[in-house]
């Protein structure tokens, strides 16, 4: 059995990662909100920005949506891995990353593919095995629209310039603070609307139709990008409380349970002492 000063030092030790972990999930749930509420009130806009182009697109001639609606033979792919800057925040990273490598080796075997990454972990491991572009750590230091737009800018050119001829996304999808979805969403080409769910509204347009989808197309394609990079953010706040609640569970059950270990020995140590004591006396008596 351990001796009682290894036992308290490892008490204090676990206190104070204890103070550690409940202080970060008390941040991440301060931080959870502003971030839950920001993309809570930007997805029905941004869902209804991407159906609304996909229903117009759908009536109008094939040249009109220009070089991001043409469907090409698939060879080159670009996928955006959406990752955080910081760990601890349980699997949030690793679901990512090991989608991402599901993706290729399911979907792309055969295919060229490249990654673009947004958030250090992601690209720290991905990195070692894969060809990264470009990582952009920097778009969490200042989360606008303005920064996120230039990256989609970006993606939009490469399709363009043909250098790729698709360019999905994969990042987690906020659900709830413990549930975080991994998603992969096409970016590029404009995926056209399936099935029956074109509706036919009789929409009187102004300027023309074509005007208005011309215009759409690059916002809905920057708003698409920055609702996906806000619902990962969202997300790994949501997975670092949680992983911050749980560890702070764990280590209130590690203290107690060394707490208990180091009352039996105070006890065993005491009882000794008293048999010496007793042992001692007895021999004098004698």
Excluded: W
Excluded at 12 to 22: D, E, F, V
């Amino acid at each position: 059995m351990a001796n009682l000063k290894e036992i308290r030092n490892r008490i204090t030790s676990i206190g104070s990662t204890m103070q550690i972990t409940s202080a970060m999930k008390m941040v991440s749930a301060a931080k959870l909100k502003k971030a839950q509420d920001a993309i809570t009130q930007m997805r029905p806009y941004a869902n209804k920005l991407t159906e609304l182009l996909q229903s117009l697109s759908a009536t109008l001639d094939g040249d009109v949506g220009g070089v991001y609606s043409e469907q090409k033979e698939i060879s080159k792919v670009l996928l955006v891995v959406i990752t955080s800057n910081r760990g601890l925040c349980g699997g949030f990273n690793s679901s990512i990353t090991k989608e991402t490598i599901k993706c290729i080796e399911e979907n792309y075997k055969e295919k060229q593919v490249d990654l673009l990454t947004i958030g250090k972990k992601g690209n720290d491991i991905l990195s070692k095995t894969n060809t990264v572009i470009e990582n952009h750590n920097e778009v969490y230091d200042d989360l606008t629209f303005d920064n996120v737009a230039v990256i989609a800018e970006k993606l939009m050119s490469l399709f363009a310039e043909g250098t790729y001829d698709k360019i999905e996304l994969i990042y987690n999808r906020f659900k709830n603070a413990a549930t975080q979805i991994a998603t992969i969403e096409q970016f590029l080409p404009i995926k056209p609307i399936e099935g029956d769910n074109n509706v036919n509204i009789d929409y009187i347009f102004e300027p023309s139709k074509e005007e208005i989808v011309l215009e759409l197309i690059p916002k809905s394609l920057k708003t698409q990008l920055f609702k996906a990079i806000r619902d990962s953010f969202a997300s790994e706040h949501g997975a670092r409380m949680t992983a911050m609640h749980k560890a702070t569970d764990n280590a209130t059950d590690l203290r107690n349970e060394l707490l208990l270990t180091y009352n039996k020995a105070r006890q065993a140590a005491i009882t000794n002492e008293i048999l010496e004591i007793v042992g001692g006396a007895e021999a004098l008596n004698g």
